[in-house]
């Protein structure tokens, strides 16, 4: 017999709603007045009448201050319950199985993102998120494959950020698929490393090509030197196993600066550009690479 998905209580998981622009946004007011559980039924609902779509927030070189491309991050605009976070809605999706239609939609929209950026830089890479749960779906692989072949998107120009939230239950499937997607070119990405099962041993057996320092360790690590070593080591192991890293969380130049210092490849953060509608990202990113005025952040790595 198959469980059904437990409903998520708005109430408690307030924090996790995640919101662009920072303060208290109507679509939060709107989130808490109408707060009161959301069910699987009603997620299918609001996916089935395109109510979900993906954001896009910049990831770049710290070195050179150069955008190296973007990850996709899904939002939920519900007329009933406002902007609802993908903190509250992917474990949901997860457990009533629609995670498999929200991320081959996140997938569709992340390859004509793809598309529409490699005609100014061959180079840029769009990350997508993939529940590592879904590693074991017997579909996915060929699914990629031929969203890939369909939408004319070099394999390179995709990167899997695999997001592991409960056990994997079938390794040795999970192992295979991402190995035949690194095959093809596509990146590979460890997200949230350090928190939750994303482990030492998940490092050594599969094929990663990028390791994602979660943004806890990040977000604290000038004052904390706790978290200043999870950081370095994080680095160390990343080159180690000839893996870039990745830091997300990345809110001042301060951080940056040292992150660079330290080696740390490639950064991510609300500092650098909060998560963007495709149209906003494009306005961003012209701006960014244009030489006046130079973007503050990069003002020093230029130097
Ligand atoms: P993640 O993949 O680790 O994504 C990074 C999260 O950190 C994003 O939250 C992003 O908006 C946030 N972030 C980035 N820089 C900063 C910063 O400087 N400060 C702060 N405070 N936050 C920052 P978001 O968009 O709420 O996504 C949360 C998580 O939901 C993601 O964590 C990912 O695990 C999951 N998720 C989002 N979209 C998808 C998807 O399409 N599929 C799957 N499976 N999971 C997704
Ligand atoms: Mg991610
Ligand atoms: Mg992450
Ligand atoms: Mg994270």
């Known amino acids: 017999a198959v469980s059904l998905p437990k409903p998520i209580d708005l109430r408690s998981l307030r924090e996790a709603l995640t919101f662009e622009g920072g303060g208290r946004s109507t679509a939060q007011h709107r989130a808490e007045k109408n707060?009161?559980?959301?069910?699987a039924e009603e997620l299918s609902q609001g996916l089935a009448a395109d109510e979900l779509y993906p954001v896009f927030q910049p990831k770049v070189n710290l070195r050179s201050g150069q955008v190296v491309g973007c990850e996709a991050l899904a939002r939920w605009d519900s007329p009933t319950f406002g902007?609802?976070?993908p903190d509250v809605f992917i474990p949901l999706a997860e457990q009533s199985g629609a995670i498999k239609l929200i991320t081959l939609r996140m997938l569709r929209e992340s390859m004509s993102m793809a598309r529409r950026f490699l005609d100014r830089d061959p180079s840029?890479?769009?990350?997508?998120?993939?529940s590592a749960m879904l590693l074991t779906d017997t579909t996915i692989l060929q699914q990629i494959e031929q969203m890939l072949d369909e939408?004319?998107?070099?394999a390179r120009s995709l990167m899997i950020e695999v997001t592991e939230s409960t056990a994997m239950s079938?390794?040795?499937?999970?192992?295979?698929?991402?190995?035949?997607?690194?095959?093809?070119g596509v990146g590979i990405s460890m997200d949230d490393f350090g928190t939750g099962y994303s482990s030492l041993s998940a490092l050594a057996r599969m094929p990663f090509s990028e390791l994602k320092i979660d943004r806890?360790?990040?977000?604290?690590c000038l004052v904390d030197p706790d978290m200043w070593k999870v950081v370095a080591a994080s680095v160390a192991i990343a080159h180690q196993y000839k893996m870039k890293a990745v830091a997300e969380g990345i809110e001042d130049a301060e951080t940056w600066w040292a992150l660079e210092e330290l080696g740390c490849d490639i950064g991510q953060g609300y500092g650098i550009s909060?998560?963007?509608?495709?149209?906003a990202f494009e306005s961003w990113y012209q701006a960014w690479n244009a030489d006046t005025p130079v973007p503050v952040l990069t003002r020093r790595v230029h130097a």
């Not at 890479?125 to 993939?130: D, E, F, Q, T």
């Not at 079938?170 to 093809?184: G, H, T």
Request: charged share 30%; hydrophobic share 55%.
């Open 151 to 154: 939408t004319g998107v070099p």
């Open 274 to 279: 909060r998560p963007l509608k495709l149209d």
């Open 216 to 220: 806890s360790f990040v977000k604290d």
């Open 170 to 184: 079938d390794v040795d499937r999970a192992m295979d698929v991402l190995l035949r997607l690194r095959i093809k």
């Open 83 to 85: 902007a609802v976070g």
């Open 124 to 130: 840029f890479v769009v990350a997508a998120n993939l």
């Open 35 to 39: 707060a009161r559980l959301i069910t």
